[in-house]
């Protein structure tokens, strides 16, 4: 796995929590495979130096140390910021109530650039407090929104705007372990694709994994009052994360979190004379594999050359807030 950059002008990366994000989805994968975490993209970009990371956990860290070839590690983060190391980069992987803690504490180190992951905080409070914080410092705030570096997703981004899937008439969301954890990948989605979003209406809540992060149906209206939809299954069941585009020309569905896309195209109908219906479509692989790497290589642009981040403390909050006026709709069920 370790494949440390040599180059003195690599960016130096401290990792805050070594966990599945941090690197452990990618263990155990085959040979020559896109990575899904920080570890795995900053090491296969070749460009960075993972030089440190901080967790609590003697094993786990001693165990990321060895696979990522990380030099130095620390058992919390005021440890890596009293050590006196300079970063260029810290990725903040550490469970999501550590987040806001550790967002500050990265602050004082002054990085060229923080990537944390989602959600950015527990509260919008918070969220909105730290963003305005790292703007203050000029520090550029990347948030792990991964499909916002997913090429297949801003290529279809470029295909609504120049009309090429005709008109939007709705998008029904399916997701499950609740609408903080993966409800906001599904609102940060729909802000990027259909727009800013008006509340309708909240479902019944249901527990299906978080204590405090519910999974509920939520009817939403977009730009020129488009129905968005989220629908829910259970995390017990099976991990589900897709999303259906209606158009006035096709239907588009992605699958399996952006591993796949269904596309189905009007045609005219075989069976009713004069009906136009949808065909039996095709279904392709997609483009999500690729987008940690294009996340880092965003990140390597943003601190080496001033480039715009896709996904930003400003776009994270936005998502954020929405999942909060979800839940204080859903009160009436409580
Ligand atoms: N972007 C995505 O698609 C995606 C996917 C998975 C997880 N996440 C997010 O990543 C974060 C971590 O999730 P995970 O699944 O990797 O969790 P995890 O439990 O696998 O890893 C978290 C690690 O942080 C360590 N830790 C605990 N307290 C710490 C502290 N104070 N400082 C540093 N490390 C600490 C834990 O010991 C653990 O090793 C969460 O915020 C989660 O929402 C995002």
């Given at each position: 796995?370790?494949?440390a950059s040599t180059?003195?002008t690599?960016?130096r990366v401290?990792?805050?929590?070594?966990?599945?994000?941090?690197?452990g989805?990618?263990?155990g994968r085959?040979?020559?495979?896109l990575?899904y975490?920080h570890?795995?993209?900053?090491?296969?970009?070749?460009?960075?130096?993972?030089?440190?990371?901080?967790e609590?956990?003697?094993k786990?860290r001693s165990?990321?140390?060895?696979?990522?070839?990380?030099?130095?590690g620390?058992r919390s983060?005021e440890?890596?910021l009293?050590?006196?190391?300079?970063f260029d980069?810290?990725?903040?992987?550490?469970?999501t109530?550590?987040?806001?803690h550790d967002?500050?504490?990265?602050?004082?180190?002054?990085?060229?650039?923080i990537?944390?992951e989602?959600?950015?905080?527990?509260?919008?409070?918070?969220?909105?407090r730290?963003v305005?914080?790292?703007?203050?410092?000029?520090?550029?705030?990347?948030?792990?929104?991964?499909?916002?570096?997913?090429?297949?997703?801003l290529?279809?981004?470029?295909?609504?705007?120049?009309?090429?899937w005709?008109t939007?008439r709705?998008?029904?969301?399916?997701?499950n372990?609740?609408?903080a954890?993966?409800?906001?990948?599904m609102?940060?989605?729909?802000?990027?694709?259909?727009?800013?979003?008006?509340?309708?209406?909240?479902?019944n809540?249901?527990d299906?994994f978080?204590?405090?992060?519910p999974?509920?149906?939520?009817w939403?209206?977009g730009?020129?009052?488009?129905l968005?939809?989220?629908?829910?299954g259970?995390?017990?069941?099976?991990?589900?994360?897709?999303l259906?585009?209606?158009f006035?020309q096709?239907?588009?569905?992605?699958?399996e979190?952006?591993?796949?896309?269904?596309e189905?195209?009007a045609v005219?109908?075989?069976?009713?004379?004069?009906?136009r219906?949808?065909d039996?479509?095709?279904r392709?692989?997609?483009?999500?594999?690729?987008?940690?790497?294009?996340?880092v290589?965003n990140?390597y642009h943003a601190i080496?050359?001033?480039d715009?981040?896709?996904?930003?403390?400003?776009?994270?909050l936005?998502?954020?807030c929405?999942?909060?006026q979800?839940?204080q709709?859903?009160?009436?069920?409580?």
């Open positions: 796995m370790s494949a180059d003195s690599a960016l401290l990792v805050v929590g070594c966990g599945n994000i941090a690197g989805f990618d263990l085959p040979p020559g495979y990575p975490t570890a795995g993209a900053y090491t296969r970009d070749g460009r960075f130096d993972l030089l440190a990371c901080v609590p956990d003697d786990r165990k990321f140390m060895a696979v990522w070839d990380v030099s130095a620390f983060i440890e890596a009293d050590s006196g190391n300079q980069v810290v990725s903040i992987c550490s469970p109530d550590c987040h806001a967002l500050e504490t990265a602050l004082r180190m002054k990085p060229k650039l990537f944390c989602k959600p950015l905080t527990t509260s919008a409070a918070e969220t909105q730290l305005a914080e790292c703007a203050q410092l000029k520090i550029p705030l990347a948030v792990n929104y991964t499909r916002r570096w997913d090429a297949e997703v290529k279809l981004q470029a295909d609504m705007q120049g009309g090429r005709g939007l709705s998008a029904v969301g399916y997701y372990k609740g609408i954890n993966n409800g906001s990948h609102l940060d989605l729909l802000h990027l694709l259909v727009g800013p979003m008006e509340i309708v209406k909240v479902g809540p249901s299906d978080f204590a405090n992060d999974t509920l149906p939520v939403l209206e730009p020129q009052g488009v968005v939809q989220l629908a829910c259970h995390a017990g069941d099976y991990a589900i994360f897709e259906q585009l209606v006035s096709g239907t588009l569905t992605m699958e979190g952006g591993l796949f896309w269904r189905r195209r005219d109908s075989e069976t009713f004379k004069g009906y219906t949808l039996a479509g095709v392709r692989a997609g483009q999500y594999p690729g987008a940690m790497l294009n996340a290589d990140i080496k050359q001033g715009p981040l896709a996904s930003t403390g400003e776009s994270a936005a998502a954020q929405v999942c909060e979800i839940k709709n859903a009160r009436q069920y409580l």
